[in-house]
């Protein structure tokens, strides 16, 4: 046996080993450690990576749980561990059983003459345009009151005539009960026209006469009046 000393102090036996094996383990093992970054719960963890062998296993640093004060080995403490553990319970949202709910209709819903009557609301007439950027396109009325205007919340919508005010420049009412259609002066300051005489208060129309807002022009066709209304076709059913 030949024994030398190495820088470090350790003794080894030069007829076995070309270096010291208490340097080159240690040199080993430093590469194997690998120390990863805390995880949500402040917890240090120190994995084995490379297939370290069991002599460097058996001296493997241990991590410590923040607030306590137990240690276990770095390859036990790196399995995966619900993070519920080291979660207090008023931070986990909680789980909501989705059968404990109703579904609730609007009290204050407001219910349409023919939808009282028949059950739906049908349509009662249209407004046919004559001039305009919607020429020879139909507009749905219904009954009781339509709003005309720009924007999509109106029941004639007008969106390309922007001479048209943004909100209920006109009103086409559909009484039901006289079966009479209405030109009703809308919100706006704007005017409109009923066979070119301004609606400055409620006019009765008739089919196939005209109004006029911006630059659009729109003929009444009437579907209900006199001769047909969809309560009579209720009744004879």
């Known amino acids: 046996m030949n024994l030398q000393k ?4 350790h003794f080894y036996d030069t007829d076995k080993y070309s270096q010291c094996p208490h340097c080159a383990k240690s040199a080993s093992g430093a590469q194997d450690m690998v120390t990863e970054a805390l995880n949500p719960a402040g917890t240090v963890y120190t994995e084995m990576k490379n297939g370290a062998s069991a002599a460097q296993a058996a001296t493997e640093p241990v991590y410590q749980n923040a607030g ?3 240690s276990v080995p ?3 403490a790196y399995q995966e561990t619900p993070v519920a553990q080291n979660v207090s319970q008023a931070s986990v949202a909680p789980k909501i059983n989705p059968n404990i709910f109703e579904v609730k209709t609007e009290e204050n819903h407001t219910v349409g003459y023919y939808s009282r009557v028949i059950g739906t609301e049908p349509v009662v007439g249209w407004l046919v345009c004559t001039e305009g950027e919607y020429f020879g396109e139909s507009f749905k009325l219904k009954s009781g009151r339509n709003f005309i205007g720009r924007s999509s919340g109106m029941d ?3 969106s390309a005539d922007m001479s048209v005010s943004r909100s209920k420049h006109a009103i086409i009412v559909y009484e039901p009960r006289k079966r009479l259609f209405i ?3 809308g919100e706006s300051r704007e005017l409109f026209y009923l066979n070119d005489d301004v609606v400055l208060s409620n006019m009765e129309m008739h089919a196939y006469d005209t109004i006029t807002i911006g630059t659009t022009k729109l003929m009444l066709i009437p ?3 006199e001769k047909f209304s969809w309560d009579d076709l209720k009744k004879e059913n």
């Open 6 to 9: 190495c820088n470090n102090g």
């Open 68 to 70: 306590t004060a137990s």
């Open 74 to 76: 770095a390859s036990e």
């Open 156 to 158: 004639v919508v007008l």
């Open 183 to 185: 030109a009703q002066p």
């Open 223 to 225: 579907c209900c009046g």
